[in-house]
């Protein structure tokens, strides 16, 4: 291994600039004549809008402009669109309502725009905005998705009865329902995932340029995908033909899936920006930011485990409603249903596995995938069964999910997915090693005597990221192809550039994509750039999301450096007086095989370009290749969280001890990097199950609209993570990667949740379990064992 | 934020001038409650009146048996004045569990009584003790100073200069942090002067801060954790939101007044 090839623990290239403060986002850019948008939003989770007046507004001072939904549906700009087909049991299309940018007859959630204010600065758009006068007929609003599905529940959307979305379901129910007619032991749960506010550092921003002398339009974005926000807002808004449009995602600070998502206020900026013929800003604030990023997550659920005497695993069935908010955001029906039943199966060999879901709309912000997406929810129903199975069967959890591992591969799950290889008892000894499952009564026994009530969870999860195969999601009903390109420039003095559809807000791709490009070209780290998130220089990709980087766009890199050695190898050829076939490369050295004869990787560029070697006949100058990568099956990056943590008896308030992460990410490009995905994922699970939870009073109010409210975890309320590897490598792509970005996120809040039932002895607890929570829980028991 | 104009007088005089020339203009200390709301467009006060240049008002010193705290004194300043931490440790923690650094190094005694948040650290420290709060008028006992929440006994126009504690021999602060603002969901400040007992609930309930006089009354055989074991106080009146509900705070009345005995008590 070299000091900065793949495996190595290299220093992340990107974050001089950012802890200097150099960093620049979208908001840092600036164009001549800018103007900036204000967003007039709905107070009313629901409401018809009787009239507009924009009057008063335009009149006052540095307004240019400004604009409602009518206009907009005047200008023929199309609705947002939510693009992953999926289909009820009955085999009815899903539901999908109207979603104009710019909300024209009816407000459905708080915080829906109903008009725009564009003005010189954003102090007097604000007072401006005060002056657009919005007639509202308040009506009544519904935020719990069950009572939204019940008879009389106010109507959403008019043409979607019981604001239903689909009925969805997968697996074999008859199968299943056989298997639990058999079963010596059924365990059932009612669970709730809590809705998250997903909270970027950055936040959400839009800057439009309109340029009237070329037609062309520049939008400089907080994007995830650039290049699916610039085929949306082409295809299917009618901004602009794609070609007369570019998209621009510069630094992005933090995503976490919230910004994949095609949002109203860039599309109300484009088409702006073209009416006022200038530059037109916004950037959201945090308390938009609330209001109007995709929540994550929301699901109620009812799930059963079937069980033979000895602990095997049957059958599983779950009942879920996904809350999707207000309107269907992007990729929002993927999430509780292609990404969610088909992880129900876990790290375990069951044989039948049954899942409904039903997607609903409610008066709240839309919900769409956050860090995880699906399999979060997924494995907390798995992992949270399988414990509590274990505690009432009288089986150590350990040695109940052992009886189960799938040891054997490739599997083939029940519910669709097949599982290419994993080590799943590795994980599980390993963690057990490291968080000292052994000395753990002792210790309980200890904290005991200090007032606190110990308990241990585990959590062995399963992920399927490196989404994923075109043909496969397509089948599914995604609108996209999930493939990634990548292409290779080398400059004449042998340095290169990396042109890659993968968007980099907070992974570090500077650094691991240059780690494999130095490791494979032989050259230093130093000579490599990164470029990304610019559709005029990249020319197209489908962005970062679900663990996808590394799995599907490094082997787009890897694909494309094979083609660029071959090429090389041809001048080198030529440069050597030697076959091609006799043309070897090593260590950034091409040789003649059998001599001594070589050439320089920077020689063999140089010579590539200056074509003094070779014939325009025998070889096309220029060192440049492409490739697009489609991965053959999704990764399966699996392991085992153990939690460790003490409830105080007087006030219930948790503390975590000890964190144990065993990971199996395939292959690593670089452990501090992955170290850092593990930690944040793992923070941002724990922020799930102790302390995050965006709620909605009744008449459709975020209650939990700012950070005085809404809980994020900080650093104190961690412990240290003990972070651990092993290592099966992914035989779905060249270099055995499985993708690290969301397995914190997903694997924590079953180990949390599982630790705190067994330290107070319930055998649930609902999310956020916070200390008013647990210290509830604590005295609804007899008399809470202490020992 | 909407316009306003803004003044930086050097004498509290001239600020107590300024302000009744300007009926909607409001001080301005560190800024850490009022510039929250001015920036949401929930306050509009006409003019600032800044009295970060007038002399006089920062500082610690102890005076005879009594602390003096100058109402602009920084937390930050408060809680690593060596005076302070010498004579009475308790209370320069009350201003060291504030927030974060920048909000201590910002936020002052003054501001923080005078907006009298019903989560807010001070009030508890200043009931707890018995503290006198001296304006440009007069001196206003805590024990009438503080009316409800975000209500003080300050009249139109008057200015907070200092704040004096008398020195406690044993006085302590628990505070319970609420999980999303840090603020305090309870905290409950104790102390014991000669025959003076004083437990001091701030967070908990719905009129802002209070005695808990059953508790007191409890603590005048002992000052023990022990002389309240078991003794509670009712629900009703209590705070009720998402984070706690009115039974876990008026519980955690009682856990934190028994901490912090035991604290005051080390
Ligand atoms: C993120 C954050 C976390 C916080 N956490 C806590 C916490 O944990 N505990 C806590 O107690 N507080 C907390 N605070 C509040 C903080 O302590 C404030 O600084 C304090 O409440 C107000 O003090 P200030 O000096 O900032 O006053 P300002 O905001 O400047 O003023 C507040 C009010 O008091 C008036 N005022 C100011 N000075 C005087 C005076 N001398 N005489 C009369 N009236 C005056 C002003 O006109 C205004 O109405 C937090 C604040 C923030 C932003």
Partial sequence: MSATG??????????????????????????????????????????????????????????????????????????????????????????????????????????????????????????????????????????????????????????IPNNTIYQWHLGEKKDVDAAFAAAKHVTKLDIVNNRLVPNAMEPRAALADYDAGTDNLTLWNTSQNPHVARLVISAFIGMAPEHKLRVIAPDVGGGFGSKIFIYPEEVVCLWASRRVKRPVKWTSDRSEAFLTDAHGRDHVTHAEMALDANGKILALRARTIANLGAYMSTFSSSVPTYLYATLLSGQYNIPSIYCEVDAVYTNTAPVDAYRGAGRPEATFVVERLVEVAARQMGIDPADLRRRNFITAFPHQTPVIMAYDGGD???????????????????????????????????????????????????????????????EVRVNPTGSVEVLTGSHAHGQGHETTFAQLVSERLGIPFENVSIVHGDTDKVQFGMGTYG?????????????????????????????????EGDIEFKDGKFTVAGTDKSAAFGDVALNAYIAHKFTGAELEPGLKET????????????????????????????????????????????????????????????????????????????????????????????????????ETKSPSNPLGMKGCGEAGAIASPAAVINAITDAIGTENIAMPATASAVWTALQKLQAPKAA | MYNFTFHRPTTVRQAAGLLARNPDGKLLAGGHSLLPVM??????????????????????????????????????????????????????????????????????????????????????????????????????AADDFFTGMFSTALEEGEIIVKVSFPVAKKAAYEKFKHPASGFALVGVFVSKRGPDIRVAVTGAGSNGVFRVKSFEEALKKRFSPKSIEGMSIPATGMNADIHASPEYRAHLVAVLARRALAKAND
């Fill in chain 1, 424 to 486: 799943y008892n590795a994980s599980l000894k390993k963690a057990m090693e490291m968080a000292d499952v052994k000395g753990f009564a002792k210790r309980k026994r200890e904290a005991a005597r200090n007032g606190k009530l110990r308990g241990m969870g585990y959590s062995t999860y399963i992920e399927a990221c490196g989404i994923a195969p075109s043909q496969a999601v397509g089948s599914l009903g995604a609108g996209v192809g999930l493939w990634e390109s990548a």
């Fill in chain 1, 547 to 579: 663990s996808r980087s590394g799995a599907v766009g490094m082997s787009a890199i890897v694909k494309a450096l094979d083609k660029i050695e071959i090429k090389a190898k041809k001048v080198a050829a030529f440069m050597l007086e030697a076959a």
């Fill in chain 1, 6 to 159: 793949i495996g190595a623990p290299v220093r992340r290239k990107e974050d001089f600039r950012f802890i200097t403060g150099q960093g620049q986002y979208t908001d840092d850019v600036t164009r001549p004549g800018e103007t900036r948008a204000v967003f007039v939003r709905s107070p009313h989770a629901h409401a018809k809008i009787k009239s507009i007046d924009v009057g008063a507004a335009k009149k006052m001072p540095g307004v240019i402009d400004v604009l409602t939904g009518a206009q907009l549906a005047t200008d023929k700009i199309g609705n947002l669109i939510c693009g992953w087909m999926i289909h009820s049991k009955d085999g009815s299309p899903m539901k999908m309502s109207a979603h104009p940018a710019l909300a024209a007859t009816k407000v459905n959630c708080v915080g829906d725009a109903v008009a725009v204010v564009i003005a010189e600065t954003i102090a007097q758009g604000k007072d401006a905005a005060e002056k657009v006068k919005v007639d509202y007929e308040v009506l009544t609003a519904v935020v719990d998705p069950a009572k939204a599905q019940a008879k009389g529940a106010p109507q959403i959307h008019p043409d």
């Fill in chain 2, 39 to 140: 920036k949401q467009r929930l306050a509009q006060p006409s003019a600032l009146v800044d009295l970060s240049l007038v002399e006089g008002m920062t500082g610690v010193e102890l005076k005879g048996r009594s602390v003096v705290i100058g109402a602009m004194t920084r937390h930050a300043d408060v809680a690593n004045s060596q005076v302070l931490k010498d004579v009475m440790p308790g209370l320069a923690a009350v201003p060291g569990s504030i927030g974060d650094p920048q909000v201590r190094n910002r936020g002052t005694i003054g501001g923080s009584i005078a907006n009298n948040d019903p989560n807010a650290d001070y009030p508890a420290a200043c009931l707890g003790l018995g503290a006198t709060i001296i304006t440009n008028k007069r001196r206003i």
């Fill in chain 1, 627 to 726: 490739s697009f990568y489609d991965p053959t099956n999704f990764t399966f990056p699996a392991g085992c969280h153990i939690c460790e943590l003490d409830v105080d008896i007087e006030t219930g308030k948790v503390d975590i001890v000890n964190w144990t992460a065993v990971d199996d990410f395939g292959t690593i490009i670089n452990p501090m990097i992955v170290e850092g995905q593990v930690h944040g994922g793992i923070a941002q699970g724990v922020g799930q199950a102790l302390m995050e939870g965006a709620y909605y009073d009744a008449a459709g109010q975020l209650v939990t609209g700012s950070m005085m409210d809404y809980t994020m975890p900080r650093a104190h309320d961690l412990p240290s993570f003990h972070v651990g590897l092993t």
